[in-house]
């Protein structure tokens, strides 16, 4: 063979491994190119600002009442008010149901809501149908939560003495706890697990004159053989006021008061994993999703007067954020903190950008989001469904 074919077949086969190269090459430009467009849409979105809305539809529910609450609620919202509830959509009202409420209280659970007058005896069970039963009590109505199942728990007192019911959708009694004041304390506030198998309760005691709590956790679901449904008690709040309790996602139930809080795990007895009783702050509003726990706290060694601060559920900060706003109500709206007024919003995101401020024209009678860019907003003549842009 010549030396001229061999070198031809040499230059060949280099010719040939680099056109196998480079769809390789290419494809690693292409990967590489989506991935930086991928990192450039996130940053985007997490520091983008808006500064207007637009107006996507109106529906005809009016909210004149002081107690308001929007809610999302299956394929569409609730209006929760001390003259009753509406199940609504961007379109029309699918069912509403009247009542007269001085302080009304809702719990949602996935299908079923409850509903209750503090200091009355009754509690108004619905689902996405409508109305489903009136459960009556005997004694005097301080809270209410509902599983998904529609299992309730009141707490309710009689004089000096705490009652602790547990009652199915029927209004049929699962289980009653009775306790007095002197031994175990008030019941300041209670929690139940989605399914209805679990309940977290805080209590407030005076004991020789210190102020004392506790958080008592119970097992609903009977499996444990024992007569005794309390698993867990911790009581080491000494002069601290703890106030609130709720159940969030992952068996996770947060206890906070005025100087404290706890993150407890709570599958099958509960597990204290993060715990801060020296807060420096007093807190002035609280609020919650599945995944975080919100506050706003007064800052007087800062630059502002209230700081935004919101927690994971191990107690991780997600957002430090000052404000002078003078906000009436706080509230998740994605990744994002939601502060309304009378007739004005403003929204944080967890990175601490200023992601819109809103001024409206009517009184904020309600205002909610799920994502930060769409809102539910509640006026004393419609409700309108925005986009801020």
């Known amino acids: 063979m010549s030396r001229r074919a061999s070198r031809n077949r040499k230059k060949r086969r280099q010719r040939n491994r680099r056109g196998g190269r480079k769809p390789f090459i290419i494809l690693i430009v292409i990967l590489i190119l989506i991935a930086a467009l991928t990192?450039?849409?996130?940053?985007?979105?997490?520091?983008?600002?808006?500064?207007?809305?637009?107006?996507?539809?109106?529906?005809?529910?009016?909210?004149?009442?002081e107690n308001t609450e929007y809610y999302q609620y299956g394929n569409g919202y609730l209006k929760c008010a001390g003259d009753g509830i509406i199940y609504f959509d961007r379109n029309r009202i699918i069912w509403s149901e009247y009542y007269s409420m001085l302080q009304p209280i809702t719990d949602i659970c996935e299908e079923y809501i409850a509903a209750a007058d503090i200091g009355q005896r009754n509690i108004y069970l619905y689902d996405k149908s409508g109305f489903v039963n009136r459960i009556n009590l005997s004694h005097n109505i301080t809270d209410v939560e509902v599983s998904r199942?529609?299992?309730?728990a009141?707490?309710?007192n009689e004089g000096n003495i705490n009652y602790l019911e547990i009652l199915d959708r029927n209004g049929n009694e699962i289980m009653t706890e009775k306790s007095v004041f002197s031994s175990r304390g008030y019941l300041m506030d209670l929690t139940l697990s989605d399914d209805g198998t679990r309940l977290a309760a805080v209590f407030v005691s005076i004991d020789k004159g210190t102020l004392r709590s506790k958080v008592v956790f119970y097992d609903l679901s009977g499996e444990s053989g024992s007569d005794d449904i309390i698993v867990g008690v911790f009581d080491q709040y000494e002069s601290i006021m703890m106030t609130t309790i709720r159940f969030l996602a992952d068996d996770t139930v947060c206890a906070i008061g005025d100087l404290g809080i706890s993150i407890y795990q709570f599958k099958d007895v509960p597990e204290l994993v993060y715990e801060d009783l020296e807060l420096p702050w007093e807190i002035q509003s609280l609020f919650f999703d599945e995944q975080y726990?919100?506050?706003?706290?007064?800052?007087?060694?800062s630059d502002t007067r209230y700081q935004i601060r919101v927690l994971d559920l191990t107690g991780n900060i997600q957002l430090e954020q000052g404000t002078d706003f003078s906000y009436g109500r706080a509230a998740f709206?994605?990744?994002?903190?939601?502060?309304?007024?009378?007739?004005?919003?403003?929204?944080?995101?967890?990175?601490?950008?200023?992601?819109?401020y809103l001024s409206f024209d009517q009184h904020i009678e309600a205002l909610i989001s799920g994502d930060g860019r769409h809102f539910v907003y509640g006026t004393n003549s419609n409700t309108q469904f925005l986009t801020i842009r």
């Open 333 to 356: 709206a994605g990744e994002n903190v939601l502060l309304s007024s009378y007739n004005e919003c403003l929204m944080y995101s967890f990175a601490g950008v200023e992601k819109v």
């Open 149 to 152: 199942t529609g299992m309730v």
């Open 154 to 156: 009141v707490a309710s």
């Open 39 to 65: 990192v450039g849409i996130i940053l985007f979105e997490k520091y983008r600002t808006f500064s207007w809305y637009s107006t996507d539809s109106t529906i005809s529910i009016s909210n004149s009442e």
């Open 293 to 301: 726990i919100g506050m706003i706290v007064e800052a007087p060694d």
